[in-house]
Every structure is written in structure tokens, then in C-alpha cells.
């Protein structure tokens, strides 16, 4: 086998072998330049985007992780498209193929494995683009109440009342309900009283209507509203609606407060009563205490 062994021509043969690739690389030269040229043209029209993105996304999203999260799906996108466009002028199709092919498996990989996490992320990046919430907003959701601290890709913090910190995933947020104390001025507070029976109902109804206008005077397209709601147990209960200014939760508290207080001290000064739960004990079956006769 050795015999057959000639070393110059294998010496001869790997000379030509690289002076085919070397004669490759200069025919592929100028297009391995311009596949430079063209992906280093990306990167810059990548940072220049992602610039101006930002200065866009500032007038709609205060939330700074979302803005980031953005920006760096812009500047992925941009860079893998100057990439495969560098791909296609070194004549790299099946590369191409391949990459495109590797990238949709391991993207389906990675979803499946994360779904959880990807539904927390587009839920906070749908949130960051609702109007409806906001940072500093007072929302009530998911049996939870409280001032909007931050909102990021996995998740919402609200402060409670009691100065307590709450984290709710951005996915309870977008499918539950949420009521939003701060997205409107004013709201109507609804308080629930009751009077006795002896009282003078249209009098009581018109001292407290007057009551709480000069208090929480309406605006033209308001009006406070007095209804008798039903005939309680020691009292003839009724319901007052009223508008005052509202934005969180504290603020209803607050009217509540001042109404209370006003209703009170004008029913004491006309000797209107609001009762206290009253029962009464019948003693109809008489009970002889005393012995009778017979039985001495």
C-alpha cells in the first residue's frame, strides 16, 4: 500500500484544493465586503430606531421595563434581518434555510416552556398600551384595592390602604374585571340610613336633601337623589346618592364622613330619631305566681 503512496502528488493535489478556495475567496470578496458592509448598516439603523422609538413610547408608556423590553425587540428584529440579508448575498441559501428552520424549533421549544411566563409578558406589554390604567391610578381588582406602583413584563404592585404591597400577575389583570377609582373626576357616593316610624317622612326627605346639597353641591348634569327603601325593623330605611370629587378609595371614606356627621346634627336639631335596633318582649300568656287552695 505504501508502494502506491506517491507524496508529491498529494502535496500537488492539496495545492490545488487551496488555490480553488483562495480563487473562491477572491471571486467572493467584494460580496463578503458588502455582506459586512450591509450588517454593520443594520446595526446602525438598528440604534437610530430604537432612538426614536423611545422618544415615541415616552408619550404613551411611562412604564420604563416596558419601554426597554420594546426597544430591544426592535433592535433584535433589525439585526436578524440584516443578518439574513448578509446570508443571501454570500450565496448561503441553505444556511439561510437551516437558520430560519433551527430558529422556528427552538421558538416553539421555548413557548411551550414558557408559556406562563410569555403570557405574563404580552399581558404587561397589552397593559403598558390601556389607557384605562395607569401608574398612580386607583384600581380594585382580583379582591384587591389600592394605588398602582409599577407595572412591568411579568407583573402589577398596588399599594393598599394599610401601606401593604401586592403583586398580581399582568394575566389576572387583562382577563378579570377592574374598576378604576381614578380615570373619572367624580363619582356618586351611596349611603344608607333609616329613621323612626314616627317621624315625618317628607320632612326628613327634604331636610336631608338640603343637608347634603349645601355640602356636595351638584354640577348641571348632576342630582342628589333621596329614596325610602323599604320598612325595616325599627326603622323606615332610605338611600342618598350624592356627587363629590373622587379619585381613590379614601376619598369616598371621606364623603361618607362628612355626611354622616351633617345628617346627624340636622335630624338632632328638628328631633328626627334614627333608632337603634328595638325588640319587644310579649308577656300575653299569664303565669298564676300563687297556689291554689286545693293544692295547700
Known amino acids: 500500500m505504501f508502494d502506491d503512496y506517491n507524496f508529491y502528488d498529494s502535496l500537488k493535489k492539496i495545492g490545488v484544493k487551496l488555490q480553488e478556495w483562495l480563487d473562491a475567496i477572491i471571486l467572493n470578496l467584494p460580496n463578503f465586503v458588502l455582506a459586512i458592509l450591509v450588517f454593520v448598516l443594520f446595526l446602525i439603523l438598528a440604534r437610530y430606531l430604537s432612538r426614536v422609538l423611545d422618544r415615541l413610547l415616552r408619550i404613551r408608556i411611562k412604564q420604563v421595563s416596558i419601554r426597554r423590553m420594546i426597544i430591544k425587540v426592535l433592535k433584535l428584529v433589525v439585526v436578524l434581518i440584516g443578518f ?82 401586592v403583586v398580581i400577575p399582568n394575566s389576572k389583570i387583562v382577563e378579570e374585571p377592574f374598576k378604576n377609582f381614578t380615570s373619572t373626576p367624580r363619582s356618586r357616593v351611596i349611603l344608607d340610613c333609616g329613621i323612626a316610624y314616627s317621624s315625618n317622612l317628607e320632612f326628613a326627605r327634604q331636610l336631608t336633601l338640603e343637608t347634603i346639597e349645601k355640602i356636595f353641591p351638584p354640577n348641571p348634569n348632576e342630582e342628589v337623589e333621596f329614596m325610602y327603601t323599604e320598612f325595616g325593623d325599627s326603622s323606615i330605611n332610605f338611600v342618598i346618592r350624592f356627587w363629590t370629587d373622587v379619585t381613590n378609595n379614601r376619598d369616598i371614606l371621606r364623603a361618607k364622613n362628612i355626611a354622616i356627621i351633617a345628617i346627624k346634627k340636622a335630624f338632632d336639631a328638628n328631633h328626627i330619631t334614627i333608632p337603634f335596633p328595638i325588640r319587644t318582649i310579649d308577656f300575653s300568656n299569664n303565669l298564676s305566681l300563687n297556689k291554689s287552695e286545693s293544692d295547700q
Open 84 to 165: 439574513f440579508v448578509a446570508l443571501g448575498l454570500l450565496n448561503l441559501d441553505k444556511v439561510l434555510t437551516t437558520v430560519l428552520a433551527s430558529a422556528g424549533v427552538v421558538g416553539l421549544a421555548i413557548g411551550l416552556a414558557l408559556q406562563g411566563t410569555l403570557n405574563n409578558t404580552f399581558s404587561g406589554v397589552i397593559l403598558s398600551f390601556l389607557p384605562e390604567i395607569q401608574i398612580g391610578d386607583w384600581i380594585e381588582t382580583n379582591s384587591y384595592a389600592g394605588q398602582v406602583i409599577d407595572i412591568n413584563l411579568r407583573n402589577i404592585k398596588i399599594k393598599q390602604s394599610d401601606n401593604n404591597y
